[in-house]
């Protein structure tokens, strides 16, 4: 089994669930792929023109998620935890059918969608992968917020920082390697909110789906939730699966160094669009196993990322 290859999954994956902020019941499958197709979604409930490419260009709001949008006005939102598991699990090819605007929540995180992913088994071509190498450092700022990325070798690493005045969440930073590191804490974190702004996020017409089953909400030095956090970095965690999620919006695997500080989906979209409009910035390498030593496809890092 060659891991330098694009993947697809076995079978399709059915998903049901509530949407977190519509409030709309949403049915979501996903189906296997041929080599080179890409990760496209399908609006079931449009017999025309209905088909959704989740590239960085065609982000068209950032707002509490990253909502995507094709040239006749068809949308999907909150696509960011389903394509965080699909980067995480090495997922190059799927079509992604959704009979509404916007992708259940499920429990607030990729957790089942990782699950059922993996339970499901994936198939792997011939086909090699691709991957974008970043030749240089770029960086996007607002205000004190901040997301730079620049070279790495051959890992992607996120290194994240959170700052609230909440005593909860407070201050919190981690460091992950996407390729190497176990992200079981990442994929497990669900989304969160402080519970001073639920009636602000109604208002705005957003959360309408949210319940102390998908989200984790915050009241002063109480989590609200009964079981607690699944981990001790789960709202910085949790951050870092957004961000996953948004950079597989460039169509690869980046091999970079991000450092974010504050951010969310509209920083990593900035960044991205930033990085290329300049094509010095970046490379598009297509990996191939008789292109590498030996000692390189071996490692757990190529593994993981194919």
């Known amino acids: 089994?060659?891991?330098?290859?694009?993947?697809?999954?076995?079978?399709?994956?059915?998903?049901?669930?509530?949407?977190?902020?519509?409030?709309?019941?949403?049915?979501?499958?996903?189906?296997?792929?041929?080599?080179?197709?890409?990760?496209?979604?399908?609006?079931?409930?449009?017999?025309?023109?209905?088909?959704?490419?989740?590239?960085?260009?065609?982000?068209?709001?950032?707002?509490?998620?990253?909502?995507?949008?094709?040239?006749?006005?068809?949308?999907?939102?909150?696509?960011?935890?389903?394509?965080?598991?699909?980067?995480?699990?090495?997922?190059?090819?799927?079509?992604?059918?959704?009979?509404?605007?916007?992708?259940?929540?499920?429990?607030?995180?990729?957790?089942?969608?990782?699950?059922?992913?993996?339970?499901?088994?994936?198939?792997?071509?011939?086909?090699?992968?691709?991957?974008?190498?970043?030749?240089?450092?770029?960086?996007?700022?607002?205000?004190?917020?901040?997301?730079?990325?620049?070279?790495?070798?051959?890992?992607?690493?996120?290194?994240?920082?959170?700052?609230?005045?909440?005593?909860?969440?407070?201050?919190q930073r981690n460091k992950v390697k996407v390729f190497e590191d176990d992200l079981t804490n990442v994929f497990n974190s669900r989304t969160f909110c402080l519970f001073e702004d639920v009636e602000l996020i109604r208002k705005k017409g957003l959360g309408k789906g949210g319940s102390l089953d998908n989200a984790i909400v915050v009241n002063d030095n109480k989590v609200l939730n009964q079981e607690g956090l699944r981990n001790d970095k789960e709202f910085v965690n949790h951050k870092i699966l957004d961000c996953i999620g948004d950079l597989f919006t460039s169509g690869y695997r980046i091999i970079a160094k991000i450092k974010c500080s504050q951010g969310g989906h509209y920083l990593t979209n900035q960044l991205l669009r930033k990085v290329f409009e300049n094509k010095e910035n970046f490379s598009i390498l297509e990996i191939k196993e008789k292109n590498l030593p030996h000692t390189l496809i071996n490692r757990k890092l190529l593994k993981s990322i194919a």
């Open 1 to 171: 089994m060659s891991y330098l290859t694009q993947k697809t999954i076995k079978s399709k994956v059915l998903f049901s669930g509530i949407a977190l902020h519509s409030g709309l019941k949403v049915n979501l499958c996903i189906k296997p792929a041929e080599p080179n197709f890409g990760i496209v979604f399908k609006r079931t409930d449009y017999k025309d023109n209905n088909l959704i490419y989740p590239n960085f260009l065609n982000v068209t709001n950032t707002m509490l998620n990253t909502t995507i949008e094709n040239e006749f006005g068809v949308k999907v939102s909150t696509i960011e935890h389903l394509m965080g598991a699909l980067f995480g699990l090495g997922i190059d090819n799927a079509l992604i059918e959704i009979d509404n605007e916007e992708v259940p929540i499920l429990d607030g995180s990729a957790k089942e969608f990782i699950e059922k992913i993996i339970n499901c088994g994936l198939e792997v071509s011939e086909a090699p992968i691709k991957v974008i190498k970043i030749n240089k450092e770029v960086k996007f700022s607002d205000g004190n917020r901040f997301i730079t990325i620049e070279p790495s070798t051959l890992s992607l690493d996120i290194d994240f920082e959170l700052k609230y005045e909440n005593q909860i969440i407070g201050n």
